[in-house]
């Protein structure tokens, strides 16, 4: 089902012309990706993540090293042959090991791998929630143009009813009852003007702080758009869809799989280790050196084997308390998973009521400029008072700034549904991108 947005009046197209340098919906979204803090703070934490995963690879791999030692020796003989010596030492030594058993080392490395899951769900989140942060500053300029065009559209058909009613007034076809309504009328529709004009202010202040360009200006939506509704016959096919890909989840289910990982870690502190070691050094000698000391070279491999025996019972209460963390892990996926569906069917359900309200409005907008015709129509014969004409007016309008509204809030709140269910990806603002244009 496609509902088709009407024309827009002729006072609201004369307020939004001039944007010779209107940016769409994409070309901010890509400048806010090289600006927004909080989506550069996520890209740093993505690169942080890899390179933590990467730093789990070596718990499992050999380590080397190298050491070095020199010393100095003055032997001084009291005995009857006073015969004094000085001499030094040198020593070198390379060793290396090779965990061959370790099973807290493996459950830390594959501990490693999950942290370039976590990366990747925290990234696809941050992605998703500047899409929508900035579709929403995108949108609120709109809605505020709409509603100040609306504004000045009122303003413009009071002062004829206003003019009017003085003419009326002069001749002595009408009461100054008429006149003092439509200026009580124009004075309110002033204020409301006013107030639209410092609303549209501060929502393009809010759109320049999200994009980090100065009067940015959103293009308008084409004439003639169609609003296209959620694909998915009902809310639970989206849930289905959040479940499986929503970033929040990902996230909690990681955290459940690193918890169990860290209880193995945990019980390993009872378990041997085996290690693989060699070396390789040699000891040179300088100076008054004897016989008993002569130069020389020493390699040796073996294995490391160690059996915890008894730690005081800090292994016990490190598992015990791995344990409380595991099950707090898998509370806090249970009550994700719980968010994220609520949050979906609220969203659904909010996309639906909207396109029944753009629907109806669009109705309640023809309606309305029908009744005002007619009431226009009827203050001229005089079978209708000027306060009616009034009335119309302010009905009419208030369903134009409504309506439009409405549509905004319907794009805005498909972009939610889909960020709800996991599955909102840049290709959706370039599909949305095609409704706007001059």
Request: glycine share 4%.
């Given at each position: 089902m496609k509902l088709r947005l009407l024309p827009l009046t002729l006072s609201l197209a004369a307020v939004l012309t001039g944007t010779a340098h209107a940016q769409s919906l994409v070309q901010l979204y890509e400048a806010a990706k090289g600006y927004d803090a909080s989506f550069k703070a996520a890209q740093a934490q993505y690169q942080a993540n890899?390179?933590?995963?990467?730093?789990?690879?070596?718990?499992?791999?050999?380590?080397?090293?190298?050491?070095?030692?020199?010393?100095?020796?003055?032997?001084?003989?009291?005995?009857?042959?006073?015969?004094?010596?000085?001499?030094?030492?040198?020593?070198?030594?390379?060793?290396?090991?090779?965990?061959?058993?370790?099973?807290?080392?493996?459950?830390?490395?594959?501990?490693?791998?999950?942290?370039?899951?976590?990366?990747?769900?925290?990234?696809?989140?941050?992605?998703?929630?500047?899409?929508?942060?900035?579709?929403?500053?995108?949108?609120?300029?709109?809605?505020?143009?709409?509603?100040?065009?609306?504004?000045?559209?009122?303003?413009?058909?009071?002062?004829?009813?206003?003019?009017?009613?003085?003419?009326?007034?002069?001749?002595?076809?009408?009461?100054?009852?008429?006149?003092?309504?439509?200026?009580?009328?124009?004075?309110?529709?002033?204020a409301q003007e006013i107030a639209a004009e410092n609303d549209l202010r501060v929502k393009k202040l809010a759109l320049d702080q999200s994009v980090g360009t100065n009067n940015a200006q959103p293009l308008a939506l084409k004439a003639g758009a169609a609003l296209i509704t959620t694909a998915g016959a009902d809310a639970e096919t989206w849930v289905q869809q959040a479940t499986a890909q929503s970033p929040a989840i990902e996230q909690a289910r990681i955290g459940l799989e690193v918890a169990q990982l860290e209880t193995e870690k945990a019980k390993a502190g009872h378990m041997p280790t085996l290690d693989l070691t060699a070396s390789y050094g040699g000891t040179r000698f300088r100076g008054d050196a004897s016989p008993s000391r002569v130069n020389n070279n020493t390699g040796t491999i073996g294995l490391a084997f160690n059996l915890p025996l008894y730690a005081g019972y800090a292994t016990q209460n490190r598992i015990q308390e791995t344990v409380s963390l595991e099950e707090k892990a898998r509370n806090d996926l249970d009550a994700a998973q719980r968010t994220v569906s609520q949050a979906t069917r609220t969203a659904f359900f909010g996309v639906q009521s909207g396109l029944g309200q753009v629907k109806a409005l669009e109705a309640a907008e023809a309606s309305s400029q029908s009744a005002l015709d007619a009431n226009k129509l009827g203050y001229q014969v005089g079978v209708r008072i000027n306060i009616d004409v009034l009335n119309s007016q302010s009905q009419l309008f208030q369903t134009k700034r409504d309506l439009a509204k409405a549509r905004y809030d319907v794009l805005l709140g498909q972009l939610k549904l889909r960020q709800a269910a996991g599955v909102l990806k840049a290709e959706d603002v370039q599909t949305l991108n095609g409704l706007f244009g001059r």
């Open positions: 890899l390179a933590k995963a990467e730093q789990a690879k070596a718990l499992l791999r050999p380590t080397a090293g190298l050491g070095a030692t020199v010393s100095e020796s003055d032997f001084d003989n009291k005995t009857s042959t006073n015969a004094d010596a000085r001499y030094g030492t040198r020593t070198t030594t390379l060793s290396a090991s090779q965990p061959l058993f370790r099973p807290a080392n493996l459950a830390g490395y594959r501990q490693g791998l999950k942290q370039v899951d976590v990366a990747q769900a925290q990234l696809k989140a941050a992605e998703q929630d500047l899409i929508v942060r900035v579709s929403q500053a995108y949108f609120d300029v709109l809605t505020a143009q709409e509603s100040l065009a609306f504004v000045k559209a009122q303003k413009s058909a009071v002062s004829e009813q206003l003019a009017a009613a003085k003419r009326n007034f002069e001749v002595g076809t009408s009461t100054i009852t008429d006149t003092r309504e439509a200026q009580a009328r124009f004075d309110l529709v002033t």
